[in-house]
């Protein structure tokens, strides 16, 4: 009688301790899950075209990063091969090939000209460049042909995100790795396959 006594003590002692440890524990287990957060910032985004107008762009986030997706205007795509424009751009061919993928290497740095997918982050120090598209805005300069402005240290940006000369960013946006599922949808964060 009085060992199975002793034996159903320690078996209550051993489970409260187990269930100690466990709640103990919690707070390392738990950390070793990848945050909501974590797994939402680095996985691919989709987008639905469909909501975006002509001459109008949205901002996503992908990898903690915002990311605007444009969708040019006849206007806005007509100006983006203009001699004028190219003329004072530093890098209008897009040969720095870390600012964007193989298949965005063209002058409207896209699979498809009208949509613009790039990075809303300025190659100079990072600022969030603001959408312009307010052509001769006087703040900017009289001969502002529309773009991009960042109005940290003054850098310009065309619809493309392709850098003008005599500013202080050194290189275009960056173009991140996107790919068309179908013709009003978009995935950011993965590559287009070139064919
Ligand atoms: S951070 Fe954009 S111009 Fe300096």
């Known amino acids: 009688m009085e060992r ?23 707070p390392f287990l738990a950390s070793l899950r990848p945050s909501a957060r974590a797994r939402s910032g680095g996985a691919p985004v ?13 901002t996503v ?4 990063k915002p990311i605007w997706v444009l969708r040019r205007s006849d206007a806005m795509l007509q100006r983006l091969t203009k001699d004028s424009l190219l ?13 964007q993928p193989a298949y965005a290497r063209n002058p409207f740095r896209s699979i498809r000209p009208e949509i613009l997918v790039t990075t809303a982050i300025c190659t100079h120090l990072g ?23 960042c109005p940290c240290h003054r850098s310009k940006f065309d619809f493309s ?3 003008f000369k005599a500013v202080p960013a050194p290189t275009n946006l960056v173009i991140p790795p996107h790919r068309y ?9 993965v590559s287009e396959k070139l064919t």
């Open 4 to 26: 199975r006594r002793r034996n159903f003590l320690v078996s209550i002692a051993s489970i409260t301790a187990a269930a100690g440890a466990v709640i103990a524990s919690w």
């Open 87 to 99: 003329e004072i751009l530093v890098d209008p061919e897009s040969r720095v090939s870390s600012q």
């Open 46 to 58: 989709k987008v639905d075209l469909r909501k975006i107008e002509a001459g109008h762009q949205i």
């Open 61 to 64: 986030a992908w990898q903690g």
């Open 181 to 189: 599922l179908d013709d009003d949808t978009i995935e950011i964060g």
């Open 127 to 149: 600022c969030v460049p603001v959408f312009r598209p307010d052509i001769g805005a006087r703040d900017i300069g009289g001969d502002w042909p529309g773009g991009y402005f």
């Open 161 to 163: 995100g392709r850098v």
